[in-house]
DNA sequence: CAGCATCCTATGGGATACTG
DNA sequence: CAGTATCCCATAGGATGCTG
C-alpha cells in the first residue's frame, strides 16, 4: 500500500467480502473513513485528520489517504498557500461505505467484549 | 495468529470496528465464517471448509479455524474414530456475525468494480 | 504544513515434511 | 484425516529525519 501497489488476488472475484476487506481491513483505513464521515460535509486537514485517529503516523496516514483517493473514495483538495493546506473529503463512493461500516460498528460493540471475555476464558484454561 | 497470541491494542476499546477488523480483516476469517455460515445448521468437516475456501493451506485453516474457536464463534466437535473426524459449526455469536458480513458483501458486490476502475485510471495516470 | 525517503522489525502467510 | 513443526519470504507499519 505504501508504495501505491495493489495485488490482484485470484479470489478477489470469488469473494467480494474479501476484496473490500483487503481494502479496509488495514489498521487505519476504517478509521480515518469514520473521522471523514464524520465529519461529512465539511472537510478535514491532514493534521486534523490525524488528531481525530489518534496514534496514526504521518508515513501510515498519508499512505491511507492515497489509497482511498485512489479507489475513488476520498478527495483531495490542495490550498494554494504557503505553508500549504491540504483538505480531505468523502466521495459518494466513501460516504456511501459509512452504512456498512456502521452496520459493523454496531456488531462490535454489542459483541465483542463477549468474544473478548471468551478469549480470556481461553486462554486461562491453556496457562 | 498462529501461536494463538492476541495483542491487546490501545484503539481496540477506542474504536470497535477496529477491534472487530482485527479478528475477521485477515485474509481468511470471512471466507471460513462464510462457508459455515452457509452450510448452517450442518456442521462441516475440516478438509470439507478447506475445499470450500479454495486456496487455503491446512495451516492457515487450522489457525483461523482456532482462532475462531477462541473468541467463541465457531464450534468444534471430535468425532471419536480412527482417522478422526472433526465437525466445526457456528455458534450462536459466530452466526449473528453473518448479517455484518452480509451487508458488507452486498456493498462489496455493488461498488468493488467502481473502485478497481477507479483504481485503474489512477494507476494509468502516473504510468 | 504536509508530506516523502530511509531504515528497521514483527508478523502474516505459503511450501513442505512429519505424526497420531 | 486432521492436524503440527519448520523454514522462508513478502509485507505492514513504526521511528526518524529531510524538504518545498
Redesign the interface.
Known amino acids: 500500500m505504501a508504495t501505491?501497489e495493489?495485488r490482484g488476488d485470484?479470489?478477489?472475484e470469488?469473494?467480494?467480502?474479501?476484496?473490500?476487506?483487503d481494502?479496509?481491513?488495514?489498521?487505519w483505513t476504517?478509521?480515518v473513513v469514520?473521522v471523514l464521515t464524520d465529519a461529512h460535509p465539511h472537510e478535514v486537514r491532514f493534521a486534523e485528520v490525524r488528531r481525530r485517529a489518534?496514534?496514526i503516523s504521518k508515513k501510515m496516514l498519508s499512505a491511507t489517504l492515497r489509497s482511498l483517493?485512489?479507489?475513488?473514495?476520498v478527495t483531495r483538495r490542495v490550498e494554494d498557500s504557503v505553508p500549504p493546506r491540504v483538505h480531505y473529503g468523502l466521495t459518494g463512493?466513501g460516504l456511501?461505505?459509512g452504512?456498512?461500516?456502521a452496520?459493523?460498528?454496531?456488531?462490535?460493540?454489542t459483541?465483542?467484549a463477549?468474544?473478548d471475555r471468551?478469549?480470556q476464558l481461553?486462554?486461562a484454561g491453556?496457562g
Open positions: 501505491g495493489r485470484l479470489f478477489d470469488a469473494c467480494p467480502t474479501r476484496h473490500l476487506l481494502r479496509i481491513g488495514d489498521k476504517s478509521m469514520k489518534p496514534g483517493e485512489r479507489d475513488g473514495l463512493l456511501s461505505l452504512g456498512p461500516l452496520v459493523l460498528r454496531e456488531w462490535a460493540e459483541n465483542m463477549e468474544i471468551h478469549g481461553w486462554d491453556r
